[in-house]
C-alpha cells in the first residue's frame, strides 16, 4: 500500500508527496506488484476476526441494515397513520351512535 498526500494539481497531472520511497521501476513495469489487497488490513493493523470480511460483505451488510431501518420507519408511520385514522373514525362515529342511543333510551 502506497501512503501519498496530493501536493499540487492541475487539469491532466497531479503530484504526491509519499510516506516512504517508491520504487518507480516496479510501478511503471507492474503497477499492480505494490498495490495491498483490497480485503488486506491495513499496515500495522491486524484482522481480528478469524475469516476477514471482504469490502463486497461489508457493503452487502450496510445496505441490508439500512433496508431494514427503512421498512421499520415506515411500517411504523403507517401504523401511527392508521392509529390516527381508526381514532377520527370512532369519534366520527360515536356522536351519531350516542344520539341514537339517547333517543332509544328516551322511549
Do not use: Y
Request: aromatic share 2%.
Amino acid at each position: 500500500m502506497i501512503v501519498a498526500r496530493v501536493v499540487w494539481s492541475n487539469a491532466s497531472r497531479f503530484g504526491v508527496q509519499t510516506q516512504d520511497m517508491v520504487p518507480a521501476e516496479r510501478l511503471i513495469s507492474d503497477p499492480d506488484a505494490t498495490a495491498a489487497p483490497a480485503s488486506s488490513p491495513a499496515a500495522g493493523q491486524r484482522e481480528r476476526r478469524a475469516a476477514p470480511r471482504s469490502i463486497e460483505t461489508r457493503h452487502d451488510t450496510s445496505r441490508q441494515r439500512a433496508r431494514a431501518i427503512e421498512f421499520a420507519a415506515i411500517a411504523s408511520a403507517c401504523a401511527l397513520v392508521a392509529i390516527l385514522i381508526g381514532s377520527a373514525m370512532a369519534e366520527v362515529v360515536a356522536k351519531p351512535l350516542h344520539a341514537a342511543q339517547m333517543a332509544l333510551a328516551a322511549r
